[in-house]
């Protein structure tokens, strides 16, 4: 059965991308204090993700505040909860991914829908990024991402890919955006790019945010161009991502 993740990995710019991320995530693997003190790190990685994901949904909280346990904006709250599941779901994420999205928004969207986790049959949704609307019928395209687990592409290119299409797609209708950004966490880690889960991709997200849409646009033209303008992207998230964890260490080396 072909891979189409792995057609994805060759195109134009992508494999040079993947590369540059693989070795900014190397490099910070072997930053000293990581022998010592590798949960604190992941913890804090684990916050400040769970902050810019939130703001990139539009609600932008100080991290002393979601550090102290004192956000009470529903958006924000679904994201430290989305967060602090990760670990557990991990295992789950390469042979039941329908089931593990269903938690993520059933964690993300309480608080914002009476039932969350459950994916909508139809109508519009809203476009909090202004990419365009989403197709009425998502099944096809949900059933199709969740056969993109067992990919030989690397995690990168499989985070990109799932991250774009549930953000494009808008499966649940609401907190899709968190959702999307814990599955290429998750993929992150689960296929071995960052197996202690340390680097804050979605600080790399916030950090370029203007880029972010501009690089969604591009995926949803469909075309090769396009989708590889995301996942180069998503590279670049990755590096950012590993430059604010070796901020972290740095920060508990003094």
Known sequence: MSDPLVVVAELPGVPEAVSEAREAVDVLYRHRILRRRQPEVSAESALRGARASAALEGVDVPLGTLRAGEADDPVAQGALRVSAELGR????WRSAPPQVLARLHTLAAAGLLADPGRPR???TVADPLGIGPAPVDVSARMAALAGLTSTKAPALVLGAIVHAEIVALRPFGVADGLVARAAERLSLVEHGLDPKSIVA?????????????QALKAYLTGTPDGVAAWVVHCARAVVLGARETTAICEALSR
């Open 121 to 123: 049959t139809g109508g």
């Open 89 to 92: 779901l991990g295992p789950l």
């Open 201 to 213: 991709v979605e600080v790399g997200h916030r950090e370029s945010a203007g880029s972010y849409t």
